[in-house]
Every structure is written in C-alpha cells, then in structure tokens.
C-alpha cells in the first residue's frame, strides 16, 4: 500500500503562481501512475493532470494546459504540480491519487490512494 500527502496549497492572487507536492510513502518502489483532481465546493470532482511510473508520459486538462506542469522525482518519492497563471476558477481543494499501472490512466475510478488533499484558493 502507499500513502500519499499533499502540500503547497494557499491563498494566491490571479496570476501568481503555486507548486503543490505530493509525497508517497509505503510501497513506493513499485510503478504507481501518479494523478492529481480537484474540486471545488458544489462541483464534482474534476481531472487536472497525471504522469506514468517513468515520467515520460503526461496528460493534462484542457483547463490547465500551457499553465500547469506535473513532475515526478522517484528518487525523492515525490510529484509535483506546477501551477503557473493561475485563475479564480482554479480555487479547489486538489488531491494527489496513485494507481499501480506500467501505463497512465486519467480515470478516477481507477485510482484507489487518494491523499487528504491541499486547499488553492485565487483570488480576483
């Protein structure tokens, strides 16, 4: 099993910028694709960005594409989410889930670890 924790969330201005991590512990040397999904109050929750095991394959919402950058450091046991431009639309609490794949999946029913999530909240 893994666990998983997200940090780096906060209260931002429109344009500025935000890096959550999420950090794994547990079974961590086996290939968890790594996802991160958000939501906000009274909305579902929505796919943001996810990579494989190797981190040569990403993929990416429209919604954040261009301003959004997810990375991995296996050594470290670490993902990141870079958050660039951000909008007041972005506002959610985001969460870090992992999947035991080769692959990618972008589905969320796929992913059974979930972290307790980090609130972004962008202000006008």
């Known amino acids: 099993q893994v666990q998983l924790e997200e940090s780096g969330g906060g209260l931002v201005q429109a344009g500025d910028s935000l890096r959550l991590s999420c950090a794994a512990s547990?079974?961590?040397?086996?290939?968890?694709?790594i996802a991160w999904f958000r939501q906000a109050p009274t909305k579902e929750r929505e796919f943001v960005a996810a990579?494989?095991?190797?981190?040569?394959?990403?993929n990416y919402a429209d919604s954040v594409k261009g301003r959004f950058t997810i990375s991995r450091d296996n050594a470290k046991n670490t993902v990141a989410l870079q958050m660039n431009s951000l909008k007041p639309e972005d506002t959610a609490v985001y969460y870090c889930?992992?999947?035991?794949?080769?692959?990618?999946?972008?589905?969320?029913?796929?992913?059974?670890?979930w972290g307790q999530g980090t609130q972004v909240t962008v202000s006008s």
């Open positions: 889930a992992a999947v035991l794949t080769s692959g990618i999946i972008v589905s969320p029913q796929r992913y059974n670890y």
């Open positions: 547990g079974r961590t040397f086996v290939r968890y694709a």
């Open positions: 990579i494989n095991w190797s981190g040569d394959t990403t």
